[in-house]
């Protein structure tokens, strides 16, 4: 159900949990502090509680309240705020509830960039969200998509189709060194340019993502990986698949879900979590996905997202 904002202001400042649009995919919102909240953002959504949630802010005086131990380098990282990177430091633990960080010291913030969230968070302070999707599923890119997961009266504020239309790209920052926890919507090259002079431990840190262990962004149609040519080739692609995920130019004589122009990533990450709904909406069972495409920065990520949707 619709929401206007100061609907979604009254519902989160009486302990609801509300889903909000953000650049990236739409979350699923509770205030910091209400306990109650947030128990109930891990209900409905099945999520584990050893997964935790990133806290949305809208200003860097917000982070600093939040965190400790500041890295010197989050000042020079905090210029591609707001959008959508997501940073992982150190914790003031009476600031943010345990449950937010699944008892971790750290907790993961941004600042994300989408006009109506802010003016809500200016509202009602920092917004613990995950994404608004059933766990394990592709994350809502659209009101639609989280009225399909949550129901027709769960309370939405509609903010239009994602602009990224894929999660935030997570990274773990110390003084020393930082670290890609999980890719995303963010270029890294785009992150290096601010944080390349450090170097990029990847063997010392010990800081991992938890929700990257779970089953993620799957349709409930089984996918199957191929490069083009096999796809154009074979008649068992025929005989065995309902229709395949791929690009334009992508040739088939089975149905074909087009991400766009190949290679053109930020627009096919905006039509990945869409596309990823619509075979479930066909009923489609086997798909075959042509991942016949450059698999570096962005392209990589959309390579991530497609192989962790197709493993069982
Ligand atoms: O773009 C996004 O990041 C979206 C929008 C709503 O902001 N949010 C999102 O949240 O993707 P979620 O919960 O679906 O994924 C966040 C990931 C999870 O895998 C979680 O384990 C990890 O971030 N995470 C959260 N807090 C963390 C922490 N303190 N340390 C390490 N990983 C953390
Ligand atoms: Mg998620």
Request: with cysteine.
């Amino acid at each position: 159900m619709k929401v206007s904002l100061k609907k979604a202001i009254e519902l989160l400042q009486n302990d609801h949990v509300v889903a909000v649009p953000t650049e990236t995919v739409y979350g699923l919102a509770a205030c910091l502090h209400s306990k109650k909240a947030i128990k109930q953002i891990f209900f409905l959504k099945k999520r584990p509680a050893d997964n935790p949630l990133i806290v949305h802010v809208s200003c860097l005086e917000d982070i600093f309240a939040l965190v400790k131990n500041v890295p010197p380098q989050l000042a020079a990282i905090s210029r591609l705020w707001p959008g959508s990177l997501t940073v992982v430091l150190e914790a003031r633990q009476n600031k943010i509830p345990d449950e937010v960080r699944a008892g971790s010291d750290f907790v993961a913030v941004r600042i994300p960039k989408h006009p109506l969230l802010l003016q809500l968070i200016k509202e009602v302070g920092p917004l613990a969200a995950p994404s608004a999707n059933l766990s394990g599923k592709p994350s809502a890119t659209s009101y639609q998509h989280v009225e399909d997961d949550f129901g027709e009266s769960f309370p939405v504020l509609d903010g239009g189709s994602c602009q990224k239309g894929v999660e935030s790209t997570i990274i773990f920052l110390t003084k020393k060194s930082w670290q890609v926890l999980r890719l995303g919507s963010l270029s890294v090259r785009k992150i290096q340019k601010y944080l390349g002079d450090l170097p990029q431990e990847k063997t010392t840190t010990t800081m991992t993502v938890p929700g990257q262990k779970y089953r993620h962004y799957a349709p409930n149609a089984h996918l199957v990986l191929a490069e083009r040519q096999k796809i154009n080739s074979t008649k068992k692609t025929k005989s065995t698949f309902d229709a395949v995920i791929g690009f334009d130019d992508t040739t088939t004589t089975l149905p074909l879900l087009s991400l766009g122009k190949r290679n053109a990533f930020a627009s096919n990450l905006k039509r990945l979590y869409q596309t990823l709904r619509q075979v479930d909406a066909k009923n489609y069972h086997q798909v075959v996905v042509d991942i016949s495409f450059d698999k570096k920065d962005l392209g990589l990520t959309l390579y991530e997202r497609l192989e962790r949707a197709s493993t069982k």
